[in-house]
């Protein structure tokens, strides 16, 4: 189990891919972070950008029923650019919103079934 100071659960995944089908959810992706993945695609960067990031340029566009759309189905479920995920993916679920966005947290805590309540003692 991961802990971190100051984030009130421990979290090992269990692949369940909630995480990447969280509704309103969206991923930022850096420049760094496109060049990277499509590097892993085998595409170009014009190319990827074209095809997964919003019309914005900063953010992944969603897959099927608003979910990333490089979440792979299966038993367990997985990333399809796992190598090369983008840092809010690879920080899951240690988000700094999520020390004050109490209402993400509880969605959180009961989506992922990778996350366990620490008790107040």
């Known amino acids: 189990m991961e802990t971190r100071a100051g984030y009130p659960f421990r979290w090992?995944?269990?692949?369940?891919?909630?995480?990447?089908?969280?509704?309103?959810?969206?991923?930022?992706?850096?420049?760094a972070e496109a060049t990277a993945i499509a590097a892993h695609l085998g595409l170009t960067e014009a190319a990827f950008r074209?095809?997964?990031?919003?019309?914005?340029?900063?953010?992944l566009k969603d897959g099927f029923g608003n979910r990333c759309v490089f979440l792979a189905d299966g038993a367990p479920a997985g990333c399809s650019i796992y190598a090369v995920r983008?840092?809010?993916?690879?920080?899951?679920?240690f988000w700094p919103e999520l020390l004050t966005d109490v209402r993400l947290r509880e969605l959180l805590?009961?989506?992922?079934p990778g996350i366990e309540h620490d008790e107040p003692a």
């Open 12 to 31: 090992a995944c269990k692949r369940s891919g909630n995480c990447c089908a969280i509704p309103g959810g969206f991923v930022r992706v850096t420049a």
């Open 50 to 59: 074209s095809r997964y990031v919003q019309p914005d340029g900063e953010r």
């Open 86 to 93: 983008p840092a809010k993916c690879r920080s899951f679920p």
């Open 109 to 112: 805590q009961r989506t992922c």
